[in-house]
């Protein structure tokens, strides 16, 4: 079993928390939020012992290694004091909203590279998801021409989310690049992006951002990705991905509570509504991502999604921005 400090007691972190506790082979050993009764109430509900600091909880003797789901500022600082410690993180995305932020903290963890370092992107784990890769790298549709990500939210969450999550791009789409990079099978080079305030036009001009978006992504071999995305889908949580090839295509489609499809007089093949919430359509990912990083802390090997995945899809974020702001084509950095 590997014991986990767990940083961070927020939604996610909860969520988190009660994965550890579930799993045969982890253990919740340590908890630390800055909201001391947040963190308290974590530990009771799980037998673990709430942290003074985040350093006390990363260092102490039962722990093996560390998942941070604290709020974004902090989760570089987090990944240094875990590596510094020589504790195996996994980290939620992103790294932080700003590149060279994350520039710094890659020096701490590159000099550090027997302690392993996974990026929280976990829809790479999601079984559909992962059963499209997989059908791809078999050649079950022969070569990828072009990939379609939806990415679509049920409802706009509260103003103060807005306002600590960096912008949609950064926030919400940032899944979709790294989903982008494990279809295309190369790196994008170039990238045009729009995004619109339409579902509260109002809210987002005050501060500054956006609710809808589409983007573009275009390898030097000339492979093509859709990305498009909405904080509000009043029919559910709208979670898809086409692969289409010069021999065929596969869809990983969204989840339903259930697939019953009724025929009556009134409906033909009505069905259960979407799933409405992101833990819901994404809990069996977050397990397996986890299960993957257990698995190459044991096997002590590199994790992936790695540290440099989670910066490369941040550069694709600031690429993105690059073109709203331009309404050009733009070059994504290298």
């Given at each position: 079993?590997?014991?986990?400090?767990?940083?961070?007691?927020?939604?996610?972190?909860?969520?988190?928390?009660?994965?550890?506790?579930?799993?045969?082979?982890?253990?919740?050993?340590?908890?630390?939020?800055?909201?001391?009764?947040?963190?308290?109430?974590?530990?009771?509900?799980?037998?673990?012992?709430?942290?003074?600091?985040?350093?006390?909880?990363?260092?102490?003797?039962?722990?093996?290694?560390?998942?941070?789901?604290?709020?974004?500022?902090?989760?570089?600082?987090?990944?240094?004091?875990?590596?510094?410690?020589?504790?195996?993180?996994?980290?939620?995305?992103?790294?932080?909203?700003?590149?060279?932020?994350?520039?710094?903290?890659?020096?701490?963890?590159?000099?550090?590279?027997?302690?392993?370092?996974?990026?929280?992107?976990?829809?790479?784990?999601?079984?559909?998801?992962?059963?499209?890769?997989?059908?791809?790298?078999?050649?079950?549709?022969?070569?990828?021409?072009?990939?379609?990500?939806?990415?679509?939210?049920?409802?706009?969450?509260?103003?103060?989310?807005?306002?600590?999550?960096?912008?949609?791009?950064?926030?919400?789409?940032?899944?979709?690049?790294?989903?982008?990079?494990?279809?295309?099978?190369?790196?994008?080079?170039?990238?045009?992006?729009?995004?619109?305030?339409?579902?509260?036009?109002?809210?987002?001009?005050?501060?500054?951002?956006?609710?809808?978006?589409?983007?573009?992504?275009?390898?030097?071999?000339?492979?093509?990705?859709?990305?498009?995305?909405?904080?509000?889908?009043?029919?559910?949580?709208?979670?898809?991905?086409?692969?289409?090839?010069?021999?065929?295509?596969?869809?990983?489609?969204?989840?339903?509570?259930?697939?019953?499809?009724?025929?009556?007089k009134d409906a033909t093949a009505s069905r259960?509504?979407?799933?409405?919430?992101?833990?819901?359509?994404?809990?069996?990912?977050?397990?397996?991502?986890?299960?993957?990083?257990?698995?190459?802390?044991?096997?002590?090997?590199?994790?992936?999604?790695?540290?440099?995945?989670?910066?490369?899809?941040?550069?694709?974020?600031?690429?993105?921005?690059?073109?709203?702001?331009?309404?050009?084509?733009?070059?994504?950095?290298?």
């Amino acid at each position: 079993m590997i014991r986990f400090a767990l940083l961070g007691c927020g939604r996610i972190g909860v969520m988190h928390a009660g994965i550890l506790a579930r799993l045969a082979e982890t253990g919740l050993a340590r908890v630390y939020d800055i909201d001391e009764a947040a963190a308290a109430a974590v530990a009771k509900r799980h037998g673990a012992a709430a942290a003074a600091s985040p350093a006390a909880a990363v260092e102490a003797a039962d722990v093996d290694a560390v998942l941070v789901a604290s709020a974004t500022p902090t989760h570089a600082d987090f990944i240094e004091i875990a590596v510094r410690a020589g504790k195996p993180v996994l980290c939620e995305k992103p790294i932080d909203l700003d590149v060279g932020r994350v520039r710094a903290c890659q020096e701490v963890v590159d000099a550090h590279p027997e302690v392993p370092v996974q990026i929280g992107f976990n829809r790479r784990f999601d079984p559909g998801h992962a059963a499209a890769f997989a059908a791809l790298a078999a050649g079950e549709i022969g070569e990828l021409l072009h990939a379609v990500i939806t990415s679509r939210d049920p409802g706009m969450p509260p103003r103060a989310y807005y306002e600590a999550a960096g912008g949609l791009l950064r926030d919400m789409t940032i899944h979709d690049f790294d989903l982008a990079r494990c279809c295309l099978g190369e790196e994008p080079a170039e990238v045009f992006a729009v995004a619109g305030r339409l579902c509260d036009p109002a809210l987002m001009a005050e501060i500054d951002d956006h609710d809808s978006a589409m983007v573009i992504l275009r390898t030097a071999g000339g492979k093509l990705c859709h990305i498009n995305n909405t904080r509000a889908a009043v029919y559910g949580y709208d979670q898809r991905i086409e692969l289409h090839g010069d021999r065929g295509m596969v869809i990983s489609d969204n989840n339903r509570g259930h697939n019953l499809a009724k025929y009556t007089k009134d409906a033909t093949a009505s069905r259960a509504p979407l799933q409405h919430f992101f833990i819901d359509r994404y809990l069996r990912s977050y397990e397996l991502e986890i299960l993957a990083f257990v698995a190459a802390v044991k096997e002590k090997r590199p994790p992936s999604p790695g540290f440099a995945d989670g910066l490369r899809a941040l550069l694709l974020a600031e690429a993105a921005y690059r073109s709203v702001k331009s309404g050009k084509i733009e070059q994504i950095e290298a």
